[in-house]
C-alpha cells in the first residue's frame, strides 16, 4: 500500500460533490491526517463535470499526484475522465440502481462497488444524502474510522439541526454496512489516525485571515473567480472587529473605494483575478502616484480576456509587475503556499504603510482552491506584528509643515518616504492627487520637483530594498550545482519533486521566490550554477525572463500552461529531462 | 468642530486656474460656504474629486482632499465615508465626469444613500478638452465632436436619481450665490446621499447655456408652493423639460442610509499593534 492515498468524488456540477468533498477532507484532517484537496474540471469535454480530489497520508503533502485509490463516482463520465489516474487496484463506488449507472463500464482490474446510494440515503431521511452513503461506504473500504465522518457532519450541518446531523450519520452507516455485508473482500487500504490536531484551508481563505490578523479593517470587491473566496471569508468576519466589506458595482468602483478608505486611514484591500487587474489599472496609478498604501490582491486564472475562469496559469506577473501606464514604483508580493498566503498577506500591509504604495499580492487558482492542512501554530497569531509606518499625529505634525503651517504629505525625504496624516488630524489638511504634484499636494509642471518626486517615489523601493529580507525560501541540497528556481504555488510540487528525484540519486537546490518586486539579486546563485531551470505556470516564461535580466544569463524553462497545476511527479519527470538537455545559449 | 470657521478658512492659498466668469467659482465659494455653516472644518471635511475643471477644486479648497481619475471621485468618497463616518465628506464633479464615465457609479451612489454630498458642476459641455459635446448638452448643441449636434436627448441627471432610490435631489444655479449655498448647506444636512445638480455655466465654450440663460428661465421652487417630500410633485417637475427648476425637488427623510443599515459608525484607521486578541478563534475555525 503506497504511503499516500488519494480519493476523489465525481459527478455533475449539482451533485453536490464540493461539500461531500470537503466533509471527507475535514473527517481526515481531524483524524490527524495530513490533506491536500484539488478541484478537477476537465476541459477535454464541455459540460458539467466536476470532481473534488483529495491526497492523504499521515506525512506532509504538498501536491497532488496521477493516482486515484478510490473514486466516488455519480456518473459514468466521472469513471471515464479518471481513467488515467485509475490502476489495478483501485476500489470505484457507484450507485447500479440508477438507470444512468445500470450498465456502469468499471476497467479489468479495478474494484467496482455497486450500493444503492440513493436507496439507503432514502431509507435514512432523503435522497440528497447519497454522497454521504457513499462516504462511509469509503470507510469501510479503508478502514478508516468513521466517527471521524461524524463530527464532520456535525460541523458541516449542525446549525441546520441535531436530527440532520443524526440522519447524515445514520446515512454514512448505512453505507459503511451494506459493503461490510455484501462484499467479503479484503481491500489494501488502511487510513490510520493520528492525534494531531490540524486545520484545513486554502490560499484565499488564508489571505483573508492574514488580513484581519493585520488589521485590515476594510474590503471593496466585485465577485470574480478564484478570487471571491476571500471576500466571502471576509464578509462577516470582518465586522466583528469594526471593519466592513463593501460589493462594488464594479472593479473600477472596488478600487476606487478601497482607495478611498485608505486615504481615510483604515488599512484597506481590493482582491480579483487578472480580468480585474486590467480594469483596475488607471487607479492603480492613482494610488501610488497619491502614494496612498493599498493591498491589491490578484488571484490569477487563465488568460488572456476571460480565458479560462476555472484553470491555473501564472500569467499576469508581467502585469503586476509592469501594467500601468508612466512609471509606477510597487511591490509585488507572490506567496508559495496556502499558509504563506497568511504571512505575506500581513507583509504586504505592513509593506503597503511603511513605504505609502501599492503592494500587489499575487496568489493563484490552485492556492485558492487547494484545501490543505497545517498546524494551528502555522498561523501564530502572537508573531503578527502590524507597522503603521510614518504616521503624523496632534502633536508631531509640526514637523511636517511648511513656514506656513501647510502640511507636507509629499514631502521630499532622504529615505523617500512621506508622512502621512489620517483626515480628522489638526493641521493635516492636505490634498493629493494623480496630477505630479509638489511637497503640499498640488499639481505642479516645475521640472526640478517633478524630477524630485519621481525619484522619491523610486528611492522608497530602494530603502525597502535595504531595510526588508527579500529572501528566497530554499529547498533540497543547497551544495548542488543543479538550481531550480520557482515563484507562486509551484512550490509544494516542487518539494515533493525533489524528494523523488533525490531517489534517483539526482540532487538538485530549489529557491521558492516570494518576491517579484523587488525580487531577491539571484545572479551569484544563477551564474554560480551548472544549470538552471526556471518552473512557472505560463507559456512565455515570464520570471524565467526578469531572471536572465538580472542575472544576464540564459535559464532552462520548464512551462505548463493547459490549466492545471504541476503534479509532483510530473515535474520530476519534466526536471530530469531539462537537465539532461543541452545547455542554452545567449 | 468649531463654531469659529469662517468659510474662508475653506479657501487654499492657491489662485484659480479657470477662465475669468466661470461657473465654478460661485458652486465652490457655495459649497464652502455651506460647509462653514453646517459647523465643519478643514480638518474634519474630505473633499473628492475627478478630472475636468470641476476636478480643480481640491486645490482651490482647503481641507483633506483626494483628486482622483475621471468619472471615479462618488467610490473613493464612498471610501472615505465607510471607513471613518465621522468625516464630512463631500464629492464634486462635472456633467462628463458624473454622467458619462461615472454614470454607473452615480447610480450605486445615489441608492446606496451614504451620508455624504455630491455637487455636480453642470456647464452641459467639455470645458477642459475645448468645448465637445456632454451629456447634458442639448440635442442640437453644435460642437468640435458634434457639428450637427449630438442628435441623442441629453441625460436627466434629476431623473437618474430618482429612478435610481435618490433620497435628496436639488439643482442650484451657481450664480444665484445665496440660494446655491441654502441648497448645498440642505444637501449636507439631509440624512442620506446629498445630490445638488448646480448650472456652472461655462463662459467660454457654451454660447447657449449662458448666465442670461438661465437668469431669463430659471424658476425657483421655493416661490412656487413645491412640497419636496412629494413624490409626484417631484416627479413632475423632474420631467418637465420646458422649465429650468432651482431648489430642493424631492426630499425623503424616511430613506434609511447604508451608513445606518450596516451600522458603520467606527473610525477604521484606529486598529491594535498586532493581531486581535481572540484571533487564534479565526484560526480554531477551521479545524
Redesign the interface.
Known amino acids: 500500500m503506497p504511503a499516500d492515498f488519494n480519493w476523489a468524488i465525481g459527478g455533475e456540477a449539482g451533485d453536490g460533490i464540493d461539500s461531500t468533498g470537503k466533509i471527507f477532507a475535514q473527517a481526515l484532517?481531524?483524524a490527524g491526517r495530513h490533506v491536500f484537496t484539488s478541484k478537477d474540471f476537465a476541459s477535454r469535454i464541455r459540460g458539467g463535470y466536476t470532481a473534488y480530489k483529495v491526497r492523504t497520508s499521515v506525512d506532509d503533502v504538498q501536491s497532488v499526484v496521477d493516482r486515484l485509490d478510490v473514486l466516488i463516482a455519480l456518473t459514468q463520465r466521472t469513471i471515464d475522465e479518471n481513467l488515467d489516474e485509475l490502476h489495478d487496484g483501485s476500489v470505484i463506488i457507484y450507485d447500479g440502481e440508477r438507470s444512468t449507472m445500470a450498465d456502469v463500464e468499471i476497467p479489468e482490474g479495478m474494484i467496482g462497488l455497486d450500493v444503492p446510494l440513493k436507496r439507503l440515503a432514502e431509507e435514512a431521511g432523503g435522497a440528497i444524502m447519497r454522497n454521504v452513503v457513499a462516504l462511509g461506504a469509503a470507510c469501510e473500504v479503508t478502514d478508516f474510522p468513521i466517527e471521524n465522518l461524524d463530527s464532520a457532519l456535525q460541523k458541516r450541518f449542525g446549525n441546520k439541526g441535531q436530527q440532520l446531523v443524526e440522519n447524515n450519520k445514520e446515512a454514512a452507516r448505512s453505507g459503511q454496512d451494506y459493503v461490510a455485508e455484501e462484499y467479503d473482500h479484503e481491500f489494501d487500504y488502511d487510513l490510520d489516525t493520528t492525534d494531531n490536531?490540524?486545520?484545513?484551508?486554502n490560499g484565499d481563505?488564508a489571505i483573508g485571515?492574514g488580513a484581519?490578523?493585520?488589521?485590515c479593517?476594510?474590503y471593496?470587491g466585485y465577485p470574480i473567480t478564484p478570487a471571491t473566496d476571500v471576500m466571502e471569508y471576509l464578509t462577516g468576519?470582518i465586522e466583528q472587529?469594526?471593519?466592513?466589506v463593501?460589493q462594488?458595482?464594479?472593479e473600477?468602483?472596488?478600487i476606487?473605494?478601497?482607495?478611498?478608505?485608505?486615504?481615510?486611514?483604515?488599512?484597506?484591500m481590493t482582491a480579483t483575478s487578472g480580468p480585474g487587474i486590467d480594469l483596475m489599472a488607471?487607479?492603480f496609478g492613482?494610488v501610488a502616484t497619491?502614494e496612498t498604501p493599498l493591498v491589491i490582491c490578484d488571484v490569477m486564472r487563465s488568460g488572456p480576456s476571460t480565458g479560462m475562469p476555472t484553470k491555473q496559469e501564472q500569467g499576469d506577473l508581467n502585469m503586476t509587475l509592469y501594467g500601468g501606464h508612466g512609471e509606477i514604483p510597487r511591490f509585488v508580493l507572490a506567496p508559495t503556499s496556502v499558509d504563506e498566503c497568511f504571512w505575506k498577506t500581513v507583509e504586504a500591509f505592513n509593506l503597503a504603510e511603511k513605504y505609502n504604495t501599492p503592494v500587489y499580492l499575487v496568489s493563484d487558482l490552485a492556492m485558492a482552491v487547494t484545501e490543505q492542512t497545517f498546524p494551528?501554530e502555522a498561523?501564530d497569531?502572537?508573531a503578527?506584528?502590524?507597522e503603521r509606518g510614518r504616521v503624523v499625529d496632534d502633536d508631531t505634525i509640526g514637523e511636517w509643515q511648511n513656514e506656513?503651517g501647510q502640511f507636507k504629505p509629499h514631502a521630499l525625504t532622504e529615505d523617500g518616504v512621506s508622512p502621512r496624516a489620517?483626515?480628522?488630524?489638526?493641521?493635516?489638511?492636505?490634498?493629493?492627487?494623480?496630477?505630479e504634484h509638489d511637497e503640499l499636494g498640488?499639481?505642479t509642471e516645475d521640472t526640478d520637483m517633478r524630477i524630485e518626486q519621481v525619484d522619491k517615489r523610486t528611492r522608497k523601493v530602494e530603502t525597502a530594498k535595504e531595510r526588508e529580507d527579500w529572501s528566497p525560501r530554499e529547498f533540497g541540497n543547497p551544495e548542488s550545482d543543479q538550481l531550480i528556481i520557482s515563484w507562486g504555488s509551484n512550490e509544494g510540487a516542487l518539494i515533493e519533486a525533489i524528494d523523488l528525484l533525490e531517489d534517483d540519486d539526482i540532487d538538485v537546490r530549489f529557491l521558492s521566490v516570494p518576491y517579484i518586486f523587488p525580487r531577491p539579486d539571484l545572479s551569484e546563485e544563477i551564474n554560480s550554477a551548472d544549470e538552471v531551470v526556471v518552473v512557472e505556470c505560463n507559456q512565455t516564461g515570464q520570471f524565467a525572463d526578469v531572471l536572465e535580466h538580472d542575472a544576464l544569463r540564459r535559464v532552462k524553462r520548464i512551462n505548463k500552461y493547459d490549466g492545471v497545476r504541476f503534479k509532483a511527479d510530473e515535474l520530476a519527470d519534466e526536471i530530469r529531462a531539462a537537465l539532461a538537455e543541452e545547455e542554452v545559449t545567449a | 468642530m468649531s463654531s469659529q470657521v469662517r468659510f474662508t478658512d475653506f479657501k487654499s492659498?492657491?489662485q484659480p486656474t479657470w477662465c475669468p466668469g466661470c461657473g465654478d467659482f460661485g458652486t465652490m465659494n457655495g459649497m464652502m460656504k455651506a460647509l462653514a455653516n453646517t459647523g465643519n472644518d478643514?480638518?474634519?471635511?474630505?473633499?473628492?474629486a475627478g478630472i475636468g475643471c470641476s476636478g480643480k477644486i481640491?486645490?482651490y479648497m482647503?481641507?483633506?482632499?483626494?483628486?482622483?481619475?475621471h468619472g471615479?471621485a462618488l467610490?473613493?468618497?464612498?471610501?472615505?465615508?465607510?471607513?471613518?463616518p465621522?468625516?464630512e465628506v463631500m464629492v464634486a464633479g462635472g456633467d462628463g465626469d458624473g454622467y458619462s464615465i461615472g454614470a454607473?457609479?452615480f447610480?450605486?451612489a445615489v441608492r446606496r444613500n451614504l451620508d455624504m454630498t455630491y455637487v455636480v458642476m453642470d456647464n452641459r459641455i467639455y470645458g477642459l478638452t475645448k468645448g465637445q459635446a456632454s451629456p447634458t448638452s442639448r440635442e442640437d448643441f453644435e460642437t468640435s465632436t458634434t457639428p450637427e449636434g449630438p442628435k441623442q436627448p441629453p441625460v436627466n441627471p434629476l431623473a437618474l436619481a430618482l429612478a435610481s432610490g435618490g433620497s435628496f435631489i436639488a439643482q442650484s444655479f451657481s450664480s444665484d450665490a445665496m440660494r446655491h449655498a441654502e441648497i448645498v448647506q440642505e444637501a449636507i444636512e439631509h440624512d442620506g446621499f446629498g445630490f445638488v445638480n448646480v448650472f456652472s455655466p461655462c463662459v467660454t465654450f457654451n454660447d447657449v447655456d449662458t448666465y442670461d440663460y438661465f437668469r431669463d428661465n430659471l424658476v425657483d421652487l421655493a416661490e412656487e408652493d413645491h412640497d419636496p417630500t412629494d413624490e409626484d410633485a417631484a416627479k413632475q417637475k423632474i420631467l418637465d423639460s420646458s422649465k429650468e427648476y432651482q431648489g430642493v425637488i424631492y426630499r425623503n427623510d424616511d430613506a434609511v442610509s447604508y451608513d445606518q443599515q450596516?451600522g458603520?459608525d467606527?473610525?477604521?484607521?484606529e486598529?491594535?499593534?498586532?493581531?486581535?486578541e481572540d484571533?487564534?478563534d479565526?484560526?480554531?475555525e477551521?479545524?
Open positions: 484532517s481531524r490536531d490540524y486545520v484545513l484551508l481563505q485571515m484581519i490578523a493585520a488589521g479593517r476594510f471593496a468576519r472587529y469594526g471593519g466592513h463593501v462594488a458595482e464594479d473600477l468602483s472596488a476606487n473605494i478601497a482607495l478611498g478608505a485608505a486615504r481615510a486611514g483604515a488599512r484597506s488607471e487607479t492613482l497619491s494551528p498561523f497569531m502572537d503578527v506584528e502590524i506656513k489620517f483626515p480628522g488630524t489638526a493641521g493635516g489638511a492636505h490634498m493629493s492627487t494623480g496630477l498640488r499639481r | 492659498d492657491k478643514p480638518d474634519n471635511t474630505f473633499v473628492v481640491g486645490t482647503h481641507s483633506y482632499a483626494l483628486h482622483g481619475v471615479r467610490p473613493v468618497g464612498t471610501g472615505v465615508k465607510m471607513a471613518n465621522d468625516l454607473g457609479h447610480v450605486h450596516f458603520l467606527t473610525n477604521m484607521s486598529i491594535p499593534d498586532g493581531a486581535p484571533a487564534m479565526l484560526v480554531r477551521f479545524y
